[in-house]
């Protein structure tokens, strides 16, 4: 039984936020170290965009939120049921997709999980799994100096598996989506570190992983692809690969400096040491087994702060989604009252309006409930024209209604999807929409990273991707039971 299961108010924390021009970062410690971590992270951003030839002064379309905790206590809160070996996670949601970390842990994860950030952020690009999760374990280790960047170094338990444990096949890690049957799994990741290593340390072998990349992309088998690109059958790929692990492994030290960013510091109000990341809980689901308990801390929580923007928020959202919804309406219109352009209070009047809708016993009800939830959705809009949860809704109070999806819903979709790439239903949504009418390829381009993340596979998007391509289930379950078999011949092959 934890502090917070039983009502005990944590220990008071004081919570800073830091706005940059590309991130808000919430801690509960020092100002002095926030603005350091700030600083990096903003010339992280800026690196990677070096690296891949970007505008290294364009900004996102939307500010990436990340909070820092001391100790797993913070991570807890939001999410209850982590692993224990957990120090940090990137989480996407309808509501919010931000960060979490350990604040004076090592950086690596959040710079794993920004890299994935950028990547779908950027580069709207069937990219294969393996270089997905390459590309962020490469970036996860770079080291930022006051003058200096390092960039290649490795990861100790990436490296200590690939030396103790025996390498999945080659033909496995090379195929487009992650194979749930795939042996050795404990080296997908590692691997995919290696060999993009070994691609990216070498000018000639990025020109390369160029050659290669493209061929998948535009439908190449990945194993025979990287034959194309490189010359190597698996086999012969796994023994360079060994060999490269074997010698040297190179890193790059790169003069670069970034000027200093501007940001602004703020001090939150108490309520925050209560409410600050039970709200993140809120956003992220939390299973059904615990919702009554998590409205109940949430009402114990919100008791303590009353007439507080931030309790009237997390009341009014954990009643809506956990607790009793009519009790939502009271805290949210109150929210309301004192910041009438409120964003999330909005969002979640017009919510509840369209689920009010969904079970009126009649069309007449239904009907004004919907026409509610647009005039609220419009004024979220007006206040936040970048914010992609109210895109999401705006489509689903339109999903169904008169000559749905027209040009201005194919259009809101589109926006919601620039806005926020990482997130799934972002993806399928637009992806629906799009094949609609008839514009499968866009379709096929929108869908592929989501398929072929090895993170968060997504059976429907790999069936409505399957679909937009005119492949049956039966061809594609052929195709991976193809690069299967291919896997077993290299493993009978080759002794590690």
Do not use: C
């Amino acid at each position: 039984m934890t502090a917070a299961s039983i009502g005990i108010a944590p220990a008071h924390a004081d919570w800073l936020r830091a706005e940059s021009e590309r991130f808000i970062v919430y801690s509960d410690g020092g100002e002095g170290k926030l603005r350091e971590f700030v600083q990096e992270l903003e010339t992280f951003d800026r690196f990677l965009r070096l690296r891949m030839g970007l505008d290294v002064n364009e900004a996102p379309l939307r500010k990436l939120p990340i909070y820092l905790v001391a100790s797993r206590r913070g991570l807890l809160q939001v999410s209850p049921d982590l692993a224990e070996n957990v120090a940090g996670f990137y989480t996407a949601t309808d509501e919010d997709i931000f960060g979490i970390a350990l604040r004076d842990q090592t950086v690596n994860t959040l710079k794993h999980e920004y890299a994935h950030h950028f990547m779908k952020q950027n580069f709207a690009y069937p990219y294969p799994g393996w270089f997905v999760e390459g590309f962020a374990e490469y970036y996860a280790t770079v080291e930022i100096g006051k003058s200096r960047i390092l960039v290649g170094k490795y990861n100790e338990n990436r490296a200590y598996a690939l030396q103790a444990a025996s390498w999945m096949p080659i033909a496995e890690l090379l195929s487009k989506r992650p194979l749930q049957s795939a042996r050795h799994r404990d080296t997908y990741y590692p691997l995919a570190w290696l060999l993009t290593h070994w691609f990216l340390g070498d000018t000639e072998r990025q020109k390369t992983l160029d050659v290669y990349l493209r061929d998948v992309g535009a439908g190449g088998d990945p194993v025979e692809a990287m034959e194309r690109a490189t010359g190597l059958d698996p086999i012969e790929l796994r023994l360079t690969l060994r060999r490269y692990m074997n010698g040297r492994i190179p890193y790059q030290g790169l003069t670069v400096t970034f000027p200093p960013q501007a940001m602004t510091v703020t001090r939150l109000p108490p309520s925050a040491d209560d409410l600050l990341l039970l709200n993140q809980r809120l956003k992220i689901g939390v299973p059904a087994e615990q919702r009554a308990a998590t409205a109940e801390e949430v009402r114990r929580a919100a008791a303590r702060h009353p007439d507080d923007p931030l309790a009237l928020l997390a009341l009014g959202h954990a009643e809506l989604h956990f607790g009793d919804p009519a009790a939502a309406e009271a805290p949210l219109q109150r929210l309301l009252a004192l910041q009438p352009n409120n964003v999330e209070a909005l969002q979640y009047l017009a919510r509840a309006r369209m689920k009010a809708a969904q079970d009126a016993e009649n069309l007449e009800d239904s009907d004004r409930l919907n026409t509610e939830a647009r005039g609220l959705l419009v004024r979220a809009y007006r206040a936040d024209d970048a914010n992609y949860a109210t895109l999401l809704l705006v489509a689903e109070n339109r999903n169904g209604g008169e000559g749905y999806p027209n040009d201005n819903d194919v259009a809101v979709l589109e926006q919601a999807f620039a806005l926020a790439p990482q997130l799934g239903e972002a993806r399928i949504n637009l992806a629906q929409v799009l094949m609609f009418r008839d514009r499968n390829e866009e379709a096929v381009t929108v869908l592929e990273p989501l398929v072929n993340d090895p993170h968060r596979p997504s059976p429907g998007a790999r069936a409505l991707l399957l679909r937009a391509k005119g492949v049956s289930e039966v061809e594609a379950d052929a195709q991976e039971a193809e690069t299967l078999r291919r896997g077993e011949a290299e493993g009978e092959a080759t002794e590690d």
